[in-house]
């Protein structure tokens, strides 16, 4: 398998071949790395280029993420199949708001972001978290390649990020160690928020249920979700 990888990628290092092999395995056993099978059953799905991913959008909003690097990061390219069916898309950049809406020119979208001091969202990268306003059921499928570096690198405050890897992780491991660096986590899911709170004993079960909300248990491939933090924190 090795040998394959470095035949189709003669520059990539021995930790690049490493990565590529455990984020291309299919998941055996306890969910994660475990003692019995370790990252999974290897796979080589695709050696040198497209490994896409696809996300299936409801009528009304969705919170997603891009799970690989697109082979064209522009929102135009991202979105060509799509656009006519879409209402508006935002991202959370710079702590301020960035949208992209399709039916608007450019007059008309300079116009509206200097009105509401916005920014104007032009491209989406692997592991940003971006809304998509659909005026239908849909599904969106971006060409692109899985990251070599997969860690999430968080300021204080609030952060709209999504995993960059094809990896289910449970909200204790993606968090594990940085648990006293983050005060909640949010996603969008079934139409509902969802919350996860590392500085509750119940993980924010009490709240969640006073609120008519879900509790966080794990983040999948394509979700995109809120982290809160205390201060910087780096997610692997």
């Known amino acids: ?91 959370w950049k710079n702590n301020k708001w960035a949208v992209y809406i399709p039916s608007f020119t450019q007059e008309q979208v300079t116009a509206y972001i200097e009105s509401k001091g916005f920014a104007e969202m032009t491209e989406i990268t692997s592991g940003e978290g971006f809304w998509v306003n659909s005026s239908t059921n849909q599904s969106l499928t971006v060409s692109g390649t899985q990251p070599f570096d997969t860690s999430c690198s968080l300021t204080s405050g609030w952060n709209l990020i999504g995993l960059k890897s094809n990896e289910t992780k449970l909200i204790t491991t993606l968090i594990s160690g940085n648990q006293a660096k983050i005060a909640s986590v949010w996603k969008w899911e079934g139409g509902k928020w969802a919350v996860y709170l590392p500085g509750e004993d119940d993980g924010g079960a009490a709240y969640a249920g006073s609120k008519g909300f879900t509790v966080i248990g794990e983040i999948k491939p394509g979700e995109g979700f809120w982290v809160n933090c205390l201060q910087a924190v780096e997610l692997q």
């Open 1 to 91: 398998m090795c040998a394959l990888v470095t035949q189709a990628n003669p520059d990539w290092s021995p930790a690049q071949i490493k990565n590529y092999l455990e984020l291309n395995a299919t998941d055996l056993g306890e969910l994660g790395k475990d003692n019995v099978y370790g990252a999974g059953l290897v796979q080589l799905p695709f050696l040198n280029s497209f490994s896409g991913c696809q996300k299936n959008l409801s009528h009304g909003w969705n919170l997603i993420c891009l799970c690989r690097e697109p082979d064209d990061n522009s929102i135009d390219n991202i979105l060509s199949e799509i656009k006519d069916n879409v209402l508006t898309v935002w991202k």
